[in-house]
């Protein structure tokens, strides 16, 4: 079945510093990946949705590109902010959509002053 | 346009009691899913409807949880005999079937049981 797997559990950084959180997929079929963010005592909020092969999708300063050839759509940023601090989570949907959204373990980010 | 909207908000029960959350999805929205966000977790799938259908009820403890969406529009989540085990912040989502459309959440349901 679909999976994806996100290496960092955690990760720390000071404000102003660059930051990507690393996303990796296997699945039999074509595949929609997203980038959710989570705040404190929130739903889930959509950050990014991948577009086609090698094409790079921005939202609010983040950005991600997905590669089918390393099965990979890592988030990155290029200057982490205090109110970034979130669970960030990778999500994919095949085309067959016989598992709907599969998500990440999930990477908590912490920036500090 | 209106998001996803589920209810209560907030659940407190004691061990053995039922509780049934609500969810109305976008209009126009054809797949619905249900997940249970422990505390510091990600979301982990129960249950996901293409219109009414259940398409995957694989994660869904069936001794005790049973989800519906007849109508194939709104949703109803219920656990009949509730566990501590089960304290955790139920999610709703809906999505279209057009895959290039992510999901969106609700602001989900925060279960406690003591």
């Known amino acids: 079945g679909d999976s994806v797997t996100q290496t960092e559990g955690l990760v720390t950084l000071t404000k102003g510093l660059p930051v990507m959180l690393n996303c990796t997929y296997q699945?039999?079929?074509?595949?929609?990946l997203f980038w959710y963010v989570q705040h404190l005592n929130e739903a889930p909020k959509l950050l990014l949705k991948?577009?086609?092969?090698?094409k790079r999708t921005e939202h609010q300063g983040f950005y991600a590109t997905l590669h089918k050839s390393s099965s990979s759509f890592h988030l990155q940023k290029s200057s982490v902010q205090l109110s970034d601090s979130a669970l960030y989570f990778c999500?994919?949907?095949?085309?067959?959509?016989?598992?709907?959204?599969?998500f990440g373990l999930g990477t908590r980010v912490s920036v500090f002053p | 346009e209106a998001g996803v909207t589920q209810s209560p908000r907030y659940a407190v029960l004691q061990e053995g009691q039922a509780v049934s959350f609500w969810c109305d999805p976008i209009?126009?929205?054809?797949?619905l899913y249900w997940y249970q966000q422990p505390r510091d977790q990600g979301p982990q799938l129960l249950v996901y409807?293409?219109?009414?259908?259940?398409?995957?009820n694989s994660q869904l403890p069936s001794d005790r949880f049973s989800a519906v969406r007849p109508k194939g529009t709104n949703s109803t989540l219920k656990i009949q005999s509730a566990k501590q085990g089960d304290t955790a912040t139920y999610l709703c989502?809906?999505?279209?079937?057009?895959?290039?459309?992510?999901?969106?959440f609700g602001e989900g349901t925060r279960l406690s049981v003591l």
């Open positions: 989502a809906s999505g279209s079937g057009n895959n290039n459309q992510a999901p969106l």
């Open positions: 409807f293409r219109d009414e259908a259940v398409i995957d």
């Open positions: 999500a994919l949907i095949g085309n067959n959509y016989a598992q709907g959204l599969t």
């Open positions: 209009s126009g929205h054809d797949t």
């Open positions: 699945t039999t079929y074509s595949p929609f």
């Open positions: 991948s577009s086609t092969d090698n």
